[in-house]
């Protein structure tokens, strides 16, 4: 797997978050780091943590239709941003119920990757999912919360994240017997 590493995030931030003064980088280990020139206060910049759930029923995946500002009507695994004070399942969990009704028990972890968007780095958890209540209904940033057919998926084209993509081509040929 080849991916495209992220231009240097410490060339985006300018002023200490703590104090407001300036950053300057200076050489820690083997890397450059963002320091602030007044408090000292080391600012590491890394990526964001996300999770998506693969939720799988009579061989058809949930996907949703993104509403909100970043890449809006195209199609994704539900799930979204951990927070800094949650735990990532938990994260999901709420992800789910906010993005599509569902109360969803999480299995194991499917896949983990780095998405290189141009906006940011994040790094994705695609965990396995079962439904265990609730009423599907988008909601949230989602418009629309609907089941694929596993070999009927909306064209590349109308699919938000080419990592989406990739890992539901992985699921296809070794996750049917998972889920
Ligand atoms: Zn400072």
Same mark, same amino acid.
């Given at each position: 797997m080849t991916s495209t590493p992220h231009p240097d995030g410490n =060339? @985006? %931030?300018t002023h200490c978050p703590k104090c407001g003064m300036a950053l300057g980088l200076e050489v820690r280990g083997e890397r450059e780091r963002l320091v602030c020139r007044a408090c000292r206060f080391v600012f590491l910049y890394n990526p964001n943590v996300g999770v998506a759930a693969i939720l799988v029923e009579d061989g058809a995946v949930l996907l949703t +239709? @993104? !509403?909100g500002s970043f890449r809006p009507g195209l199609w994704d695994l539900p799930g979204g941003f951990v927070? %800094?004070?949650e735990d990532l399942r938990d994260a999901l969990v709420r992800e789910m119920r906010e993005?599509? !009704?569902l109360d969803v028990e999480l299995g194991r972890v499917f896949e983990v +990757?780095?998405?290189f968007f141009p906006e940011r780095h994040?790094? !994705?958890v695609w965990f396995l999912a079962r439904r265990v209540g609730g009423t599907l209904a988008a909601g949230d940033d989602a418009i629309e =919360? @609907?089941?694929f057919p596993l070999d009927a998926l909306p064209p590349d084209d109308e699919m938000a994240f080419e990592t989406d993509r990739a890992v539901l081509a992985m699921f296809r040929t070794e996750g049917l017997d998972a889920s």
């Open positions: =060339a @985006r %931030y +239709r @993104r !509403g927070e %800094y004070d993005e599509t !009704g +990757r780095s998405n994040s790094v !994705g =919360a @609907r089941f």
